[in-house]
């Protein structure tokens, strides 16, 4: 398949593609290692992917949050001059499991229609957002920083125009973790993942990581976007009536690494593996059911201490008689939360964290 906004080829077996947007299929992943190939990794683009050349690029810093109060200007040249860093770390959409809401859960919510293939992990190499911010100037005074997109102005359904794709974040976390990455698993940034430069924050929704980024905005007042006001927080009956605050950290969920539906032979052992991840500083326990959740064991994890991306676990499975079985992972990571059965709904269907039941059949 091909979307309009994707630059890279987009084949069956490795995505669905969903608008502008391409999830990607877990069963795919199967084998492939650690790190999401670059090829098989989810794009959710708002409106396209821009082709950008980055000779051309240039990264501008201003606002009040300035202590001089001027622009400046950095190419990728400059950026290249401060100390590289590489973070391995998953990149996942806020709506990411957004359809079991309905499928699992009964429950209406708007937006894209992703399974649990909104998210990649890879490795990232780029230059601290916190060097180049010192360098630009900051002032003491500043609160927060707004990346901004060079992509095209989205325009939603009922026509109107929201501007670039811009997020505030606040200058606790920008000067903690977050990257301006030029590089994704040893290559120059891809054109659909933000060529030639994105921000990545770690463990975050995904839209804190803007891509194509063209310039900063940094502030002595708190910023507003339509990405921090109107999306990206939980509305609903659950919230109060503004909503949630914006969001930050991803939640927990699990994938089975196996196609919906998928038959497996009767009477022969099956090494069934998944990933689980979260924005939680990383998973350390693994539970799985092959009978619909009456009885539980505990997977092997493959990677245990890593913090920013996923782990990969595997279970042993001999199927005792043809028929439909649901199969079940349920993870929970170093702070604590394991997943839930059910997820609150919020209108948008973001963050959803419940264990989903995935059918097989064993023929
Ligand atoms: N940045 C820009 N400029 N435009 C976008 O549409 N989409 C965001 C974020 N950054 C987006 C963006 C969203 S919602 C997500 S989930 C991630 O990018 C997806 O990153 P990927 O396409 O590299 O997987
Ligand atoms: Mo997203």
Known sequence: ????????????????????????????????????????FFVRNHTSTPVLDAADWTLTVHGDGLVHGRAVEFSLDD????????????????????????????????????TLGAIGTARW????????????????????????????????????????VRRPLPLSKALDDVLLAYEMNGEPLPYDHGHPVRVLVPSWVGIASVK?????????????????????RLFGDSYPPGGSAPLTRQTVKSAWELAWGASLDAGREHRLTGRSWSGGGGIVRVDVSTDGGARWRRARLHDAG??????????????????????LARATDRAGRT?????????????????????????
Request: hydrophobic share 35%; proline share 8%; aromatic share 12%.
């Open 1 to 40: 398949a091909t979307s309009p906004g994707i630059v890279k080829p987009l084949p069956d077996e490795w995505f669905t593609v969903r608008g502008t947007n391409a999830e990607t299929r877990f069963a795919s992943l199967a084998g492939t290692g650690y790190h999401t190939p670059v090829d098989h």
């Open 79 to 114: 950026l290249k001059r401060f100390p590289a860093v590489t973070r391995t770390a998953f990149v996942e959409c806020a709506g990411n499991g957004r359809s079991y809401f309905s499928s699992q859960q009964g429950q209406t919510v708007s937006g894209t229609a992703w």
């Open 125 to 164: 190499r780029g230059v601290r957002l916190a060097d180049v911010l010192r360098r630009a100037g900051l002032d003491r005074a500043a609160v927060d920083v707004m990346p901004r997109g060079l992509d095209a102005p989205y325009v939603t359904a009922d026509g109107t125009d929201l501007g670039r």
């Open 212 to 232: 194509w980024v063209g310039d900063i905005e940094v502030s002595a007042q708190p910023l507003y976007s339509p990405w921090n006001t109107d999306f990206y």
């Open 306 to 327: 890593r913090r920013d991306g996923w782990v990969r676990w595997s279970t042993d499975w001999r199927p005792p008689a043809p028929g439909p079985y649901s199969l």
């Open 339 to 363: 997943q839930p059965d059910t997820t609150v709904a919020n209108t948008q269907g973001y963050l959803f964290d419940a264990v989903v039941r995935h059918p097989v059949t064993v023929v």
